[in-house]
């Protein structure tokens, strides 16, 4: 079995962002530049953030945090959110959602500028990503995608599975892998006979939050497994949605977590906030 570590794959991602942003900090004057939006102190954003705001600095860019009071009134909010989507020293922006219940957040995501909206939220990208044109897809996706390219695991004609269907990674994800000739069936928490047709999958990914639901009985023999799911165990320790132990001896390849997709999708945001920047690099 073969581990598909993400962080190689970050690296690469980082090798190619560090040879163009010579050229695109000449033409800006300046460094591209990345804001991080959010509301109240929930440890999985502000884990998040961190993690973001490290890997845009080592790729020599910048990123600055913004935050709100949990209960931040919706006039106060968008009035802000719209100065920062102005702002024309602000190249991107990544709002940690969901956003608190006082919030319109379908209103303030319709007001994005797509061209700042590095991790494809906004209605504009999310339609360019289903007619299959320019425009940012979300970052865990594409991260997804390019874990794949990089270890050199062709999807043209392979049966994928996609467990899960939100429109943060399952939807969009099986648009990026229709894109490259996959064969995509996408299940989900009303799926019949789950185990039944996961093992049909050539590639499986399971992308839902719950720890280690995905064990051998899942997937079928020499199958590459791809472990998007972030979770926390019964111990308080970080795991995937896959069994990685009971998996090991059948699949072909599986993605550890931590290290694994999670570790390619800060690389990813790094890199759209670098395209976002200069759009002639699209
Ligand atoms: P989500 O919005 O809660 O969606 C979960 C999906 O899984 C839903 O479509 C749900 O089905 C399905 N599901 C839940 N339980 C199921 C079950 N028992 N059997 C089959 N399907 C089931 O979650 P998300 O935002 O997509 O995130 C999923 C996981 O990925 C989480 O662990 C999250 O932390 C992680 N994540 C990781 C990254 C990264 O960078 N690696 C980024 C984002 C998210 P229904 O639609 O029928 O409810």
Redesign the pocket.
């Known amino acids: 079995m073969r581990e598909l570590n993400g962080r190689p794959v970050a690296e690469a991602i980082g090798e190619e962002i560090k040879e163009k942003l010579p050229g695109v900090e000449m033409m800006l004057g300046r460094k591209p530049k990345l804001a991080v939006i959010r509301c109240g102190e929930k440890p999985?954003d502000l884990s998040?953030e961190r993690n973001a705001i490290r890997r845009i600095r080592e790729f020599g860019m910048e990123a600055e945090s913004i935050v709100f009071p949990e209960d931040v009134n919706d006039n106060i909010f968008q009035r802000a959110f719209g100065k920062i989507n102005e702002d024309k020293r602000t190249d991107g922006i990544l709002l940690m959602r969901p956003l608190p219940p006082q919030l319109n957040e379908g209103f303030i995501i319709s007001c994005m500028d797509s061209e700042k909206d590095v991790d494809g939220i906004s209605p504009v990208n999310a339609a360019g990503l289903y007619l299959g044109t320019d425009g940012f897809a979300?970052?865990?996706a594409q991260?997804v995608v390019e874990l794949l390219k990089y270890y050199k695991i062709s999807l043209a004609g392979k049966n994928v599975g996609i467990?899960?269907?939100?429109?943060?990674?399952?939807k969009p994800l099986s648009m990026l892998l229709l894109k490259e000739d996959a064969t995509v069936t996408i299940?989900?928490?009303?799926?019949a006979e789950?185990q039944k047709v996961s093992r049909r999958a050539d590639i499986l990914i399971?992308?839902?939050?719950?720890p280690r639901?995905i064990n051998s009985d899942y997937i079928k023999r020499s199958c590459v497994v791809i472990d998007?799911?972030?979770?926390t165990d019964r111990d308080g320790k970080l795991c995937?949605?896959v069994d990685f132990e009971d998996c090991r001896l059948k699949a072909s390849a599986i993605t550890p977590?931590p290290g694994?997709?999670?570790a390619?999708?800060?690389a990813v945001l790094a890199k759209h906030l670098l395209l976002a920047a200069n759009r002639d690099l699209l």
């Not at 467990?163 to 399952?170: D, L, Q």
């Not at 299940?187 to 799926?191: A, E, M, V």
């Not at 998007?228 to 979770?231: D, L």
Request: proline content about 3%; glycine content about 18%; aromatic content about 2%.
């Open positions: 999985e998040y979300p970052c865990t991260a467990i899960g269907r939100s429109n943060v990674v399952g299940c989900h928490s009303r799926t789950l399971s992308a839902i939050g719950r639901m998007v799911g972030i979770n995937g949605d977590v694994g997709v999670g390619v999708t800060t």
